[in-house]
């Protein structure tokens, strides 16, 4: 009598790794820190999607991010060294999926004024004159005046923050703290998006705290 199953027949039946499906003409792009993660890899899509990937076992799963202040969408993910690493979304979308026309274009508008929506056709690029149009116009903050950018700090103010935040010695909330801005102002002063005129030099320790020099 023959055996209905032998042992080369037998197949060890594998779970299938959980995926993201992609929509049609949907584009991923892998987030990076500048430092190393933890447990996931990341990234988002061109629709605004965030996905993270476990290193060990390639399962992936679709994120909602963190509600910033204002309502704007990040990424905000504990690093494998102890700090904190941020990614906004709609900023992440437009460098990578959105063209900019000139490079005075620095700010990016939601064009149906909805910051959780990412999508990279809801995303353009605007010189600071077409952003403060782009306010008024704003239903969400209608009669409230533009704020003037760079009103808080001083150049100098400036050049020690930047120092600060190259060293990566102080999470960069609590240097935004110290200066008295928010930590959305302090990682565009960090990436240059404001006061980019301001260049710091790596050997540069001047006017540091002495902790800081250290």
């Not at 993201?20 to 890899?41: I, Q, Y």
């Not at 963190?66 to 437009?94: C, E, P, W």
């Not at 909805?114 to 690029?125: F, H, R, V």
Request: hydrophobic share 30%.
């Amino acid at each position: 009598m023959q055996n209905s199953k032998t042992s080369g027949d037998t197949i060890q039946e594998k779970k299938e790794i959980p995926k993201v499906k992609s929509f049609w003409n949907e584009e991923w792009k892998p987030v990076e820190f500048g430092r190393e993660t933890k447990t996931c890899d990341y990234a988002i899509s061109s629709f605004g999607r965030i996905r993270s990937m476990e290193k060990v076992t390639g399962r992936e799963r679709l994120l909602k991010g963190a509600k910033a202040r204002g309502g704007l969408v990040m990424l905000n993910q504990k690093l494998k060294d102890g700090s904190t690493g941020i990614v906004y979304v709609h900023r992440f979308v437009a460098e990578n999926f959105v063209d900019r026309a000139a490079e005075e274009q620095d700010y990016i508008l939601h064009i149906d004024y909805d910051k959780s929506n990412n999508n990279w056709n809801n995303l353009a690029w605007a010189t600071e004159d077409e952003w403060k149009a782009y306010q008024k116009k704003n239903p969400n903050h209608k009669g409230r005046p533009a704020r003037t950018k760079n009103y808080k700090l001083t150049e100098t103010q400036v050049r020690m923050m930047k120092k600060l935040l190259k060293r990566g010695k102080t999470k960069r909330k609590i240097i935004a703290k110290q200066f008295g801005v928010s930590e959305n102002c302090a990682y565009k002063i960090e990436k240059g998006i404001r006061w980019g005129h301001v260049v710091v030099e790596d050997d540069d320790d001047e006017d540091l705290p002495m902790e800081e020099q250290a």
